[in-house]
Every structure is written in C-alpha cells, then in structure tokens.
C-alpha cells in the first residue's frame, strides 16, 4: 500500500515537474489575454459601459490576486458599431494579440460577422452581448460560441404571456425596427400569443437609419389597438413614446429592455412614459429598490476605484454582471486552462451568486442549452424609475 | 510612350510585381490580410480612375457597385455552392452589366449632379438589399468559406496587377485617347466624331466590372456579407484613395489604396481625437495642397529635378 | 380618411425638416454653384453650440441668436480659407473637399461633445391640437411656419436689396460684376455664411424631434437634397416646397404602398432624386439654364 501511495505520489511529481506553461495563446502561467470590441465612438456609445464595467470587475479581481494567480487583462477595442471594422478588429486581436478569447463583443450583426471565422480558428467567443437567440441555438454549427443575456425571442414570449393573463383580449399595436433585433421580438411575441395571434391588429416596421418614427406612429394609432408594442432602439423608443402622447394616444406601452435604460426613459416626459413595462434580469443602479443592496454597493466601490469619473449605469452593471460569470468561468476551467478547458466550463456553470443580477436568478448551462440567463423580472416605470412587480419569470427561448 | 519610358516602366512593374510576391514571408498573418485589402482597393481605385481620373465622370456611388459584385458572389457561393474563385470574374460581369445600364442615363447628367445621384444611390443600397432578404439573406447577412490570409492576399494581388496591366493595354488603344479627349473638352472630342454617348457609357461599364470584381474579393475576404458590408462610407473612402492617389495614375491609385486601408486604424494612436478628424482634415489638406495627389508630388518632384 | 388625413399632416410637419436643411443648400449653390455636402453636419455642429450655451444658462432666444451670428461667421470663414482656394478648380476636387469636412466636422462634433443623445428644448409647445380627426403640436407648425418666413425674407432679400442683388449677380457672372463694382469674393462668402445661419436654424427646429446627437442630419440630408432638387436647386421657394410635398408623399407612399414602408423610404427618396434628374433637372421651379459652348 505504501508502495502505492509513494508511486502515485511520485507519478503526480514527475507530470507536474515536466509541465510547462500551457502553449495556449494568450494565456501565460501569470496572465490571461481576453479581447472584445464594442462601440466607443458611434451611434451606439453609450452602450459602451458594458466593456468599462467588465474592466473595472477584472481589474478589481486583479488587485486581489486574480483567478488562479493569473491576472486578467482584457483589451477592448472600437468597432464603431460597424460589422466591418468589428470583423477586422478581432483578427487583429486574435492574429495579431493572440488573444485567449474574444468576451463581451457588442451587437448583433458584429457578432454575426466574427463567428464564423473565431469557430473556424477554434477561439472562445464567449458571453456575447446581444440577445438574438442564434448565438445560444446554433451551437452544433458554432460550437464556440455562447450567448448571455435573455434573447429577444424569450422577451417577446414573456409579454405576450403579461398580456393573456392581464390585458385579455386587448388589441395590440407593434412598432418595431425593421432588422433582425425588432424582428426577432416580434416573432417571439407572436409565438408567445399561440392562437391568439390575431390580437396583434397592426405591426409597422421602421427604417433604422431614419429620422423620426411619427408616420408609423400615427399608422398605429389609427388601429385603435389598447396596446402599443415598442420594440426599438435608442431614439426612436423615445420619439414613438413622445409621438403617441402628442397624438392622444394613451394605450399600455410595453418597452423592449434595450430601449429602457432609465437614462432613455428619462428623455421623454412623465406623462408620455408613466406606467410602461419592460422586463430586466440585472440590477439597475438607478432604482431605488437597491440602495441598501449588498452587490450594488460593491458595484459602486469598483466604479469608484477603477472607473472613476464614469457616470454608473445599467450598461456598466450589465458588463459588471458579464465579467463576475467570466471570472467564474475561468476559475472553474482550472489551473490547466485551455479553450477546450473555458468552453467545458462555459457550458456546465450553475452560478447563483452573481451579485449584480437579479436575486434568485441562476446562471445555468449545459452543453445543449446555451443561454446563460433566461430568468427575468417585469418592472413599471412609476414617477421617473423602474420598479420591479412580480415573481421571477422563465424567459427561456 | 517613348521606348525608354516603357522599358522604364515595364522594370517598375517588375520590381513592384517581386516585392508584392516575396512580401507575405517578412510580415505576420494579420498584416497580410491588411495588404491584401490594400489589393482589394487598388483594383477598385483601378476602376474608379477609368471614369472619373480618365473619362471625367463623378461617382460617389462605387460601393454601391463594389456590393453588386460582392452580393452576386456571395449568393453564388451560399446558395448554389459555386467556388468562390469562379463567382469573381462572374461578379465583374454582373456588376459591369449594371453599369453600362446605369451609364446610359447617367449621360444627361453633369458634375455635381452625378456627384448627387451616384450618392443617393450608395445611400439607398443597403435598404435594397434588405428587402430582397429572401436571397441576400437580408441583415443577418451570408456566411462564406474562410481562406487563409495569405491565399487571399495572393489572389488579390494576382487580381490587382492583372487589372492593372488591362487597364493600361486598353488605355492605350484608341479607347484610352477618346477617354481623355473626352475629360479634356467634351466639345473639342464631339466635333472630331467621338462619340461621348458610346465611351462615357463604356467607362461606366468598365469601372463597374472593376468594382465588382473587387467587391468579391473584399466579401471573400470578409468570409460574410451583411448590408452593412458596404456602407456609405466606403464609396466616399474610395473617391478619397482615388483624389489622395491622384486622378489619372493608375499607379498612384496604389498609395491612395494604401491610405484607405491604414488611415482609420492609424488614427486612434495620434491622439484621443475619434479617427474621423484626422481622414477629414488629410483630404481637405490634399484638395487644398495637393489636388493633384501623390502621382501630382511625384510629377512637381520629376520636373523639379529636370529643370 | 382619418388616417389619410393624419399622415398628411405627419407628412408636413416632416416636411418642413427636410424643408429646412435644403434650403440651406439651396443658398449655397445659388451663390457659388457648389453642393455642400457637409451642410448637414454644419448644422448638427452649430445646434450642439446652441445647446452648449444653453447648458451654460443663457435662455432660448439669446442663445438662438448668437448661434445664428457665430454659424454666420463659421460659414464666412469656412468659405475665404477653404473653399475659395479651389474656386476654378475641377469639380471633383471641391466635392471631395466638401466630402472631407462632412467627415471632419462630425468627427469634430463627436470628439468635443461625446456620442450620447441629448434633448433639445423648442421654442415652441408641444402639446397636441386635434383638428378634425388629426393631431399635430405647434412645434409642427413652428417647424414649417419657420422655413415659410426663412424663405420670405430670403426672397426679399435677393429681390430688394442692394446686398441681395449683389449676391445674385456674383453667382450669375462673377466677371461682369467686378466691373460695375461687385466685390465678388465676398459675396461669395456672403451665402455661405448665409446657408449656414439657415442651417443652424434646421438643425435646432429638428433637433428637439429627432434628439441631438453627432449623426443627427444624416437621416435628413439625403431627403434634404432630394427636396432641393426636386423644388429646383436654384430655388429657394422650391426648396421649401419641394420638401414639404416630399415628406407628404413619401408618408403616403409608406402607409399605402407597402413596398415602400420601412427601409424603403430610403429608396423612395433615392427615386425622387433620379426621377427629377433624369425628367426635370431644373426641378419645379427652377428655369433651364442655356450652357454656353
């Protein structure tokens, strides 16, 4: 038996002693590399906190000694929101930086141009942030890629399950943005409304590169429906809320969650958005409900120390909640850590203490069910802040 | 020409053709997808000068034409598994029918005009594209085979100098010497019984096929194609490349080629200005300066040293 | 027929945005027969300056004023040190010249004010009128009420004054002015800072709509042209016209024709631009010019 024992014993020496560093790119016995790209400059930089937050998370693992004794650095770089340069960007990152990963990258179509090369090269493409369901269902043609938030599909179904059971047989009226990201929310709603579909009385699509949506408001108004679905982006959701006030048109507005950060919301005025419902899965900064909050206090002292000067919001909550499941990812891929090692890990995590998410929300995957978080919360927007109503909801695609 | 300028020049492409071949083995990977870009451009800018250095036609639209061409071989490539070397002369064709077609009405206009039209059109692509989402695939775009980065910087530069080459034969025939004295006086060229109709159209044509041929390559390399592929702001970088190269040089198309490709990302390093400011105020310096581009420097430099 | 009604009236109000921004082309091209293909961007500089001062406290109407003297002299100074250089000079080089300031100026606008989206006081209320069946607010009035006035003045402008007369006779034959005493290269820069004063006034009536942020016009400036094109872009009148029955017709076009909803308005502005090129160059109002060979 001691024989046994000292064989074994000498066996594990002997392995551990002819190791060297893993020749995985980007990662070294004291660091690992992580690239992304979201837009710093562009139409859609404001939802560049998400990067920032997800840095300042990395950069306060770092100070307490990072994961496993390697510290993150993670290099963010600038798309301009345009798949084009995103696609270059991260060839550079991978080609060029020899990159670990690619973690957090923003946009729809961005990450839609960058997949089939990172599956081709076998690179992690990991949390990516857009909701648009391909990310989590295409893992047999992708299988290096794993999406984050809840998908727009599974938001639509969440609504229209709210209205059958609140709003029963109200008619509804959808303004959506005519690519991929409205459609997606539009598809799910109507899955959602099963055989009920035909409540949807009038669906108007509207150019992303236009000016203003008034026309399309003023089409939906006229179905007279008692619902009005804005699933847009950015400005537009705040011209349809903005426009249906001016045309006396008072129905429920149901806000898609991309559209409602509260700095948004607060653009229009408080009659035109008082009572609008949206659905949320991460801890908003700017809600009441989580002043005393445990985790948002820890959110605000990372922002105070590593992002100083930045104004915190939803955005940097979100990359904040993306870079705490990361760090868990790659503690549980282990002191051997390879690509092959992160995806395993990626797609076995049972994570229920990410403090920047929503309560009782459990951060699971498994191998076939790609799609991190699909548990949400509905919210009001009551007197200039969300307030969340309702128990915790399925939001699975 | 005289026979000394040509052997001259006949050396140059020798030499040029010899760098280009020996380059990919000195730079990493990721730099040889840069310069195969730069390739890419070149053989764009080749076109665009056939019309606007040589025939006088302004077009803010090319990347409208470089999408006809990208769109063609990509629908090719995904939806009827053609290989994708095949789909690129194929996707010149396509592109260059759709600008002898565009040629013709484009004749009634002029100048600024042109200038406003051809931008219209570069504007409202991307939107046709979307509607036709049943077989472009609409924005979630079409997935294409990916090659390694010095496959495709071999290609674009064997396709690069390959234009480059027929562009020079065919602007030496009698078709090249109606091109200038067309752009030179309309009227003088009219009354020697060339007709302005026949060779503006064909210019059209020509550096359609050019940009489609381009397009291609630019959508194999990308290895996707989304209408976001071919922006607004690539038709306005290559009217850039083509003014900073300088109007009528084939051969400086190559530096304007090269300032497409490496300005933007150059940019963020000279400051925290975003890289806009620096591409504008560099075209607004050279039309101020320089109208005549790098082949203008390179001529004031030749005849400085003559004289 | 509500619905009709009400999509006219959306259709105006749209109207007078792209009313706004061609008339500002529309000046610059009578005085120095370029298109400026940054006015958009000039203007989207000049209304993030209004909101600057009005961050800093002045009230509306001053701050409104000064925007207009200080767009004034931008568009002065832009003209002496940038574009007389290349008077004389083919074509092309002043359209990529006015190209690069496009991208100079929205770099500028971005790397001064940041990317983020900002409100936009208006002048004008906007609570909703009902008339009949449809809605409008009188920030919608505001909007075309002040193209109709720009357009007043101006035509008054050219028509009867000195300065106006000078401005005309510089851009119809530069040469014969001087002679009887035209100071020619000012005039020239006379409508430049002219058009860019208009354009200031755009961009701060659309951009309490259309919210303020770098890329504000360029939603606008393809429909503004084709509003200047199609009123005749020597014509001021026609601008605003032209623009006012573009934005009914392609709100019509929207909501009947479903083939042109969405991102196919974008087309539909394209077709209006080819159409009058191809059928009517001078547009609706403007008078065939007789090239001399």
């Known amino acids: 038996m001691k024989v046994a024992v000292a064989a074994a014993v000498l066996l594990v020496a002997a392995s551990t002693a002819g190791a060297r560093p893993v020749a995985t790119p980007g990662v070294t016995s004291s660091s690992i590399l992580i690239g992304g790209t979201v837009p710093l400059t562009g139409e859609a930089a404001a939802a560049a906190g998400v990067a920032r937050g997800a840095d300042a998370y990395f950069k306060y693992v770092d100070a307490k000694g990072g994961v496993l004794g390697r510290k993150i650095t993670y290099k963010y770089v600038d798309d301009g929101y345009e798949p084009q340069r995103t696609f270059l960007d991260v060839r550079q990152l991978v080609q060029q930086d020899g990159v670990f990963a690619i973690f957090n990258s923003l946009g729809t179509s961005n990450n839609a141009a960058i997949r089939g090369f990172l599956n081709q090269a076998g690179v992690p493409q990991l949390f990516v942030a857009s909701g648009a369901s391909t990310f989590g269902r295409d893992y047999k043609k992708y299988p290096w890629t794993i999406g984050f938030i809840p998908t727009y599909s599974a938001e639509g179904k969440v609504y229209a399950r709210y209205l059958l059971k609140n709003k029963r047989g109200a008619k509804i009226a959808v303004l959506y943005q005519d690519d991929d990201y409205g459609k997606e929310l539009v598809s799910g709603l109507q899955t959602g409304l099963g055989p009920k579909k035909s409540l949807i009385v009038k669906k108007v699509g509207y150019d992303p590169t236009a000016s203003d949506v008034r026309s399309e408001v003023a089409q939906l108004k006229a179905s007279k429906a008692k619902v009005f679905m804005i699933f847009a982006f950015g400005k537009f959701a705040v011209q349809a809320f903005i426009t249906a006030n001016q045309l006396g048109w008072h129905p429920q507005i149901v806000v898609n969650d991309v559209a409602a950060a509260t700095s948004l919301m607060q653009l229009s005025p408080p009659k035109a958005t008082e009572g609008a419902i949206s659905i949320v899965f991460g801890k908003d900064p700017d809600a009441p409900a989580w002043k005393r909050d445990k985790g948002l206090k820890l959110f605000r002292s990372i922002m105070t120390r590593y992002a100083a000067g930045q104004t915190p919001n939803g955005y940097y909550a979100a990359g904040m909640a993306a870079a705490y499941t990361l760090v868990d990812t790659l503690k549980k891929a282990g002191k051997n850590l390879t690509r092959k090692s992160v995806m395993t890990a990626a797609t076995h995590l049972n994570e229920k203490s990410n403090p920047f998410v929503l309560p009782g929300i459990r951060i699971h995957t498994t191998p076939s069910y790609r799609f991190p978080i699909s548990q949400v919360r509905l919210e009001r927007w009551h007197k200039g802040h969300w307030v969340l109503f309702g128990p915790l909801l399925s939001a699975k695609p | 020409m005289s026979r000394r300028r040509l052997a001259l020049n006949a050396a140059g492409f020798v030499v040029a053709a010899v760098v280009v071949a020996f380059l990919p083995r000195f730079i990493s990977s990721y730099h040889a997808l840069e310069w195969a870009n730069v390739g890419i451009y070149f053989t764009a800018l080749l076109g665009l000068n056939v019309l606007t250095g040589y025939s006088g036609q302004i077009s803010l639209g090319h990347g409208a034409f470089m999408a006809i061409g990208g769109y063609t071989s990509a629908i090719l490539i995904a939806h009827h598994g053609v290989r994708d070397v095949w789909t690129i002369p194929l996707a010149g064709l396509v592109a260059g029918g759709v600008g002898l077609a565009f040629g013709l009405p484009a004749l009634r206009l002029r100048g600024f005009y042109l200038a406003l039209a051809t931008f219209g059109v570069a504007v409202a692509f991307p939107a046709l594209v979307q509607k036709f989402d049943h077989f472009t695939g609409g924005s979630v775009g079409l997935p294409l085979t990916l090659h390694s980065n010095d496959w495709l910087y071999y290609l674009a530069w064997a396709i690069a100098g390959a234009g480059l080459l027929l562009g020079r034969l065919v602007l030496a025939t009698p078709i090249g010497r109606a091109f200038r004295a067309l752009r030179d006086s309309e009227v003088a060229a009219v009354s020697s019984g060339i007709s302005p109709a026949l060779y503006k159209t064909l210019a059209f044509g020509i550096s359609s096929f050019y940009a489609g041929i381009a397009g291609a390559l630019y959508a194999i390399a990308a290895a996707y194609v989304t209408p976001q592929t071919f922006p607004i702001t690539l038709s306005l970088f290559l009217v850039v490349g083509l003014a900073v190269g300088g109007l009528g040089s084939l051969a400086g198309s190559v530096v304007g080629a090269i300032l497409i490709q490496f300005l933007p990302p150059l940019a963020p390093h000279l400051g925290h200005a975003p890289p806009q400011v620096l591409e504008g105020a560099v075209l607004v310096a050279v039309m101020l300066l320089l109208p005549g581009g790098a082949a203008g420097l390179l001529r004031l430099v030749q005849s400085s040293r003559q004289s | ?293």
């Open chain 3, 1 to 293: 027929m509500a619905e009709f009604w009400q999509q006219v009236v959306s259709g105006l109000a749209s109207g007078g945005i792209y009313a706004s921004l061609a008339l500002a082309l529309v000046i610059v091209y009578r005085s120095s027969g370029v298109i400026n293909f940054a006015q958009g961007e000039m203007a989207t500089f000049a209304t993030f300056l209004a909101w600057t001062l009005l961050d800093h406290g002045l009230s509306y109407w001053p701050a409104f004023a000064l925007t207009l003297a200080i767009a004034f002299a931008g568009g002065v100074a832009l003209e002496r040190v940038l574009i007389r250089p290349v008077e004389g000079r083919p074509v092309l080089t002043v359209v990529i010249l006015t190209i690069g300031l496009l991208i100079l100026i929205n770099g500028a606008t971005q790397w001064i004010w940041g990317g983020a989206t900002r409100k936009f006081p208006s002048p004008f209320s906007t609570r909703p009128i009902h008339v009949v069946s449809a809605a409008f607010s009188i920030q919608d009035l505001g909007i075309v009420g002040v193209s109709l006035a720009a357009v007043a003045l101006l035509s008054l402008f050219f028509r009867f004054t000195k300065l106006g007369l000078g401005l005309r006779a510089a851009a119809v034959n530069p040469e014969e002015s001087r002679l009887v005493g035209v100071r020619v290269g000012w005039m020239l820069a006379l409508g430049w800072g002219l058009a860019a004063a208009l354009g200031a006034v755009s961009g701060m009536m659309v951009a309490p709509v259309v919210f303020l942020d770098p890329n504000m016009m360029q939603g606008v400036l393809l429909y503004a042209f084709a509003a200047a094109m199609l009123g005749g872009l020597a014509s001021p009148v026609g601008a605003v016209v032209g623009g006012l029955a573009l934005g009914v017709v392609l709100n019509l076009l929207g909501t009947y024709v479903s083939t042109f909803s969405g991102q196919m308005r974008l087309v539909g502005g394209l077709a209006v631009i080819l159409v009058v090129l191809l059928v009517r160059p001078t547009g609706l109002f403007g008078r065939t010019a007789v090239r001399r060979v």
